[in-house]
């Protein structure tokens, strides 16, 4: 029996088991003003502290640490600034800034066909996503559709990446939390599904695979028996986790009611996917603002109930569970047809026909320099990431660069949660609290 | 709706065909429609006033918070009455129950960016204005702790803005030393 | 090269001299190969492909180096994987001054190496305007085998002792890049690692 049956939800985003958990706009109207004064944020500006200018610390006993930004649990360069009294986080204050890398500059650079080799590099534990995203504004804004096939293509890729992606999260939540053989059984299995994922895109990370206008190759010959034994070796090792870490006493009591957060935060914070999900609101991008063919695939939105460390463990837990259940339907349903679009302006001629044709080589030629040009407009589109929303949102002026171009990163928002779930706990906690965040510095400095 | 027909993510509600003869106003505000997306034109002054209101009317997350600096482009289109400026402020709501996402976008003149702050009605907000006072220069009055968050504190310059150099290093292979 | 049929094929029965009257030197340089501490400093996407080279596929561990030492002092290799921002700069050279001699330094991927992609404002291009590096590993990012590879030859040159005639920093390029603004100079030719100031 799954245990997300009891969790199946319907239409009402605010209706779980419990009954209907309305979130009514004075109870968000309260969590404002609660995160407005009382203040788990530490308002420090890092000048003062490399100054050494005396700080305003809460008591004669609390002093200000430093963690980070290289520190073996900070999951990336994230540094975090604690406010401690004895063991405990009075304040904190994420600091970012130190994976900068000018991404969205460099998105006005290169072209829109070259813009998801840009992309792909934000988020790279789960880099066809950020693809996903970017390739779908561009097509808005080109007004095209996109092939059946190339739609399940795409459909397939990112559930296996949100797999791997979520691979990725136990193994280090897993070393973070001193449980570290979890590291070396989450990359056995990250691994299988990195060889699938380089047999169809060619890389193990940053694909450069879903591009405007369908996707770069076709599938291999062969590539449902490889979907196929994957999806028969997951599943038991998801259970030798479960035997591993989430019946174990040390785990629960590392994980439960640590870093606990409630709805209204999250709303005010504007803090999407797995943290969301864990307090018991059921918003999932794939399920209420469906995009792709997410609408005629079954699936479940896991939830949890106290939106802590071990909810936000368990729902990752099932939905590599649930990508596992998807996938098994798009091998059922996989159209035939093209894996891109057919439009000439847009898409680039077969290579074999390059040797025969000088048009089409002209053709190729100035869709690979020039690029193809994009109406000028501006548009905004979002996708369901291991994390939470991942939108793009770009400008463009007419030519064949974005003007604008501009991620909405969800590490970027969703650390912001980081000070208030950190609030009263044990700094042993700040790394479980980090690691169940799960962030990715690159999406979050772009 | 047909089941093959891809569906990708926006959300896509019927664009009224009629605009020509009533200004199309929500809130009493001008807005108009991008690519099945509504946007919503809201003058500085009248940012926060119109955030709340949406905030009541079921909008109740602040996704993004974004600036872009039209400095180079050669022509966009707004609706009459909305006199386009440098820097534009674009904000993302989104409402649950409707399932639907708006688009707020402010325009910032160059000789005076300074915007409200939505931090009193979206916390969330906290890091997206830092990020674009620290991309564009814009100020937003009402936030609590307007630093830089991606550049070191000590940088000089706004590096999103149009005019600013790249930083580019010439890259030249031939000339380098060997060992 | 010393590796050909070497110690690193035949273990002890590899080197060149008799284990009883081998030079100390030798002995240290095979010790110091084989039991090399890495630094954590994984900073972005290389950091994922260097962690898959720690997982079971790939195994580091049969080189003794799976255990990333978390404090710099307790490392002596610090392999710098994924782009260095400017803000991280700073950081990265007082993590490399905390490791005690010996040390070496990978720099893993082409946006340690050289910038990689990203020729902007925000990345230094290539550590080696920061650090000395012995090893530059190319790839976006590089596979765990091209990671192997490198730690390999590091192993080799350690071996060989050549890393102690370590000639100067890096390429022997310096590129003045401060807030973008400026013009960037570029000085070529071989400095004094004092006269860099990274000494």
Known sequence: MTTTDHLHQTEDPSLTSEGRQGLASSDVNDAIARLIEKGAVLRLAEADVADETPVEVADEESMIINMGPQHPSTHGVLRIMLELRGETVLRSKPIIGYLHTGMEWTGEELSYLQGCTNVTRMDYASPLFSELAFSLTVEKLLDIEVPDRAIWIRMLMTEMNRISSHLLFMATNGMDLGAVSMMLYGWREREETLRFLEKVTGLRMNHNYIRPGGVAADLPDGWRDDVLRLMDMIPPRLDEYDTLLTGQPIWRERLQGVGVIDTETCMALGTTGPILRSTGYAWDLRRDMPYLAYDQVEFDVVVGTFGDCFDRYAIRLQEIRESIRIVHQILDRMPKGDYRIQDKKVTPPPRGRIDESMEALIHHFKIFTEGFKVPEGEAYCAVESPRGELGCYIVSDGSSHPYRMHIRGPSFVNLQTLPHLMHGALIADAVAIISSVDPILGEVDR | ?179 | MATEGGFLDKGLEGLEHNFLTGTLEELVKWARARSVMPATFGLACCAIEMMAAGGPHYDLARYGMEVFRASPRQADLMIVAGRVSQKMAPVLRQIYDQMMEPKWVISMGVCASSGGMFNNYAIVQGVDQIVPVDVYAPGCPPGPQTLMHAILTLHAQIRAGELTRRPGEGAGLVIEQRDGQTATGVRIGRQSPAALGTA
């Open chain 2, 1 to 179: 709706m047909s089941d093959t027909s891809p569906t990708d993510g926006a959300d896509e509600v019927a664009e009224p065909t009629e605009h020509a003869a009533e200004p199309d106003l929500v809130h009493g505000i001008a807005a108009s429609w991008s690519h099945g997306q509504r946007v919503v034109h809201p003058s500085r002054a009248e940012l926060v006033a119109l955030v709340k209101t949406m905030h009541d009317d079921g909008y109740m997350m602040c996704l993004d918070l974004c600036g872009a600096d039209y400095l180079d482009h050669p022509g966009r289109t707004l609706p009459e009455g909305i006199a386009p400026e440098r820097f534009e402020v674009v904000v993302t709501l989104i409402s649950h129950r409707e399932a639907s996402r708006v688009r707020l976008r402010v325009q910032v003149p160059e000789s005076d960016p300074v915007v409200p702050s939505l931090f009193g009605v979206h916390p969330g907000t906290d890091a997206m204005e830092r990020e674009v006072f620290d991309m564009f220069g814009i100020v937003f009055e009402g936030h609590p702790d307007l630093t830089r968050i991606l550049m070191p504190e000590d940088w000089v310059g706004h590096p999103l803005r149009k005019d600013y150099d790249s930083g580019r290093i010439p890259v030249q292979f031939k000339g380098a030393p060997s060992r």
